[in-house]
Antibody, heavy 119, light 110 residues
Framework: QVQLVQSGAEVKKPGASVKVSCKAS????????IHWVRQAPGQGPEWMTI????????KYARKFQGRVTLTRDTSTSTAYMELSSLTSEDTAVYYC????????????WGKGTTVTVSS | QSALTQPPSVSGSPGQSVTISCTGT?????????VSWYQQPPGTAPKLMIY???YRPSGVPDRFSGSKSGNTASLTISGLQTEDESDYYC??????????FGTGTKVTVL
């Protein structure tokens, strides 16, 4: 069964960092692009970044450049997204989603990880 | 990159048709036939409903259809059913190789 399993909810203080994991199963992890999308309460999805299949090159939405770090562990088929310098505006559900290269759509989604930033 | 513009809400009675618009620019929707649509019931992850403007993934009912003209894409739900009540979002690739989502539309079945 093709699925992405994300790590559990996090509560962080302003200024801290959070690292969310996304474990793939049922498909060849390195053959898919992995997107990260977040959704603040009551808002629509916001695309953040992508790690490409194969060599793992990355691309970021301008507003997240310099604050997001993507890594992956191919031995465990797990992708990681770390967001630093958190503020209350980063409170959101963070999703990972998979794309077959050149499809340009996300057809497998994780269930989401709730990140709450509060002092 | 600004979000694609969608109407906040549309509604219809069971059996009727509703259409959701998604307006972008010549740097995204207007330049690529890579518009996708997602359905998102409350508290769940988005689900792909349409890709490449008008193609349905396996398992998506054929009452869902998509189209595009210029900088505006549209999702039509024909023969509206109660289970179609949800939030819907469009998405497109952009000229910089990033992605952008729409502002979202709540579909209400009366």
């Amino acid at each position: 069964q093709v699925q992405l399993v994300q790590s559990g909810a996090e509560v962080k203080k302003p200024g801290a960092s959070v690292k969310v994991s996304c474990k793939a199963s049922g498909f060849t992890f390195t053959s898919y692009h992995i997107h990260w999308v977040r959704q603040a309460p009551g808002q629509g999805p916001e695309w953040m970044t992508i790690m490409m299949a194969g060599g793992g090159s990355t691309k970021y939405a301008r507003k997240f450049q310099g604050r997001v770090t993507l890594t992956r562990d191919t031995s465990t088929s797990t992708a990681y997204m770390e967001l630093s310098s958190l503020t209350s505006e980063d409170t959101a559900v963070y999703y990972c989603a998979a794309e077959r290269p050149n499809d340009h759509y996300m057809d497998v989604w994780g269930k989401g990880t709730t990140v709450t930033v509060s002092s | 990159q600004s979000a694609l513009t969608q109407p906040p809400s549309v509604s219809g009675s069971p059996g009727q048709s509703v259409t959701i618009s998604c307006t972008g620019t010549s740097s995204d929707v207007g330049s690529y036939d890579r518009v996708s649509w997602y359905q998102q019931p409350p508290g769940t992850a988005p689900k792909l409903m349409i890709y490449d403007v008008s193609y349905r993934p396996s398992g998506v009912p054929d009452r869902f259809s998509g189209s595009k003209s210029g900088n505006t894409a549209s999702l039509t739900i024909s023969g509206l059913q109660t289970e179609d009540e949800s939030d819907y979002y469009c998405s497109s690739i952009t000229s910089s190789g990033t992605y952008v989502f729409g502002t979202g539309t709540k579909v209400t079945v009366l």
